[in-house]
């Protein structure tokens, strides 16, 4: 049986997301890579142990655009690649990257599914995602980063600013017009009240 076990985000900045997600979610770096020039991709791969999430800068467009930001697509782990590409294909779904022949190892053929939802499939799990099967669990993970740190401001303002690095983008360039405010964060565990501005 098919499994969902990946899901990547277009990123302004793919390195202060991941921070964002790991810090709220206690997600583990599986690896993370840099700017390699134009037409590559670039950014952080996190788990939660079962799922790859990919926050990435993309390179290289695949229907949504380069500005696009936001979830991008999904992935299926599958036993068949070639099988299920035919059936995906047979249901009206559009292939536009498929495994080259004679291909080895890990390798993504991406499809336009229905409304141009894009997704993946492989019979190779991504970093730090399960395997198929049941009772199979993902290999453990080890952090590849320091213990975090959590302070009252970070947790305060989960939504204003979600990074602990002076230079990341105010929350206008990520999420317009939503802001969060806090309650007593002296007296009563910090919450988050989002409200629509302007």
């Given amino acids: 049986m098919a499994k969902l076990r990946h899901i990547a985000i277009a990123a302004e900045d793919p390195y202060a997301t991941a921070e964002f997600y790991k810090q709220a979610f ?3 770096e599986i690896r993370r890579t840099q700017p390699a020039g134009e037409g590559k ?4 791969f996190l788990s939660d142990g079962t799922l790859n999430m990919a926050i990435l800068r993309f390179g290289w467009d695949q229907g949504h655009g380069l500005d696009f930001r936001g979830i991008h697509h999904f992935g299926v782990l599958v036993d068949d690649v070639d099988g299920t590409a035919d059936k995906l294909e047979a249901l009206g779904a559009t292939c536009f990257a498929r495994r080259p022949e004679g291909q080895q190892g890990f390798y993504e053929t991406k499809f336009h ?3 141009k ?3 993946d499939i492989t019979d190779h799990p991504w ?3 399960a395997p198929l099967g049941a009772g199979e669990a993902a290999p453990k993970i080890e952090p590849k980063t320091a213990p975090k740190t959590a302070s009252k401001t970070m947790r305060c303002n989960a939504f204003t600013r979600p ?3 002076a230079s990341a983008p105010n929350t206008n360039s990520i999420w317009p017009g939503w802001r969060a405010k806090c309650w007593d964060q002296e007296r009563r565990p910090a919450r988050s ?4 501005s302007g």
Avoid: A
């Fill in 163 to 165: 990074w602990s690095l």
């Fill in 113 to 115: 599914g229905p409304d």
């Fill in 26 to 28: 206690d997600f583990v």
């Fill in 193 to 196: 009240s989002c409200f629509r």
């Fill in 127 to 129: 970093g730090g995602s």
């Fill in 117 to 119: 939802v894009l997704f």
């Fill in 41 to 44: 991709s670039y950014g952080v």
